[in-house]
């Protein structure tokens, strides 16, 4: 139901954009991400972005990683500048349902990876 893409190989300080599109309907109520892991490490939120444009970043990616989305085409990005090698990761997308008011995450989908290598 996502489908994400845009992986590769690039050398340090290089760039790559992530796509992930959504291929089911889903509530205007949502938040899109994009998350990391590492072999033999825990998946780290890289950032997300609400239905109504609000981004977040973890403090490593601020000022190279940009999320942005179409809500028309249920689609997230992730244009990710100056690379390092410390981003070499697989990198999946995810959109989390909340009710009307906010108050509850209804539920969340999830992306295959999509592996991004950064030579040094």
């Known amino acids: 139901q996502l489908q994400a893409s845009g992986g590769g190989l690039v050398q340090a300080g290089g760039a790559l954009r992530l796509s992930c599109a959504v291929s089911?309907?889903?509530?205007?109520?949502?938040?899109m991400a994009w998350h990391r892991q590492a072999p033999g490490q825990q998946r780290e939120s890289v950032a997300s972005?609400?239905?109504?444009?609000?981004?977040n970043y973890i403090n490593s990616v601020k000022g190279r990683f940009t999320i942005s989305r179409d809500n028309a085409r249920n689609t997230v990005y992730l244009q990710m500048n100056d690379l390092k090698s410390d981003d070499t990761e697989v990198y999946y997308c995810?959109?989390?349902?909340?009710?009307?008011?906010?108050?509850?995450?209804?539920?969340?989908?999830w992306g295959q990876g999509t592996l991004v290598t950064v030579s040094s």
């Open positions: 995810s959109v989390h349902i909340y009710d009307s008011t906010w108050s509850r995450q209804l539920t969340d989908y």
């Open positions: 089911r309907s889903i509530s205007s109520n949502n938040i």
């Open positions: 972005i609400s239905s109504n444009g609000r981004p």
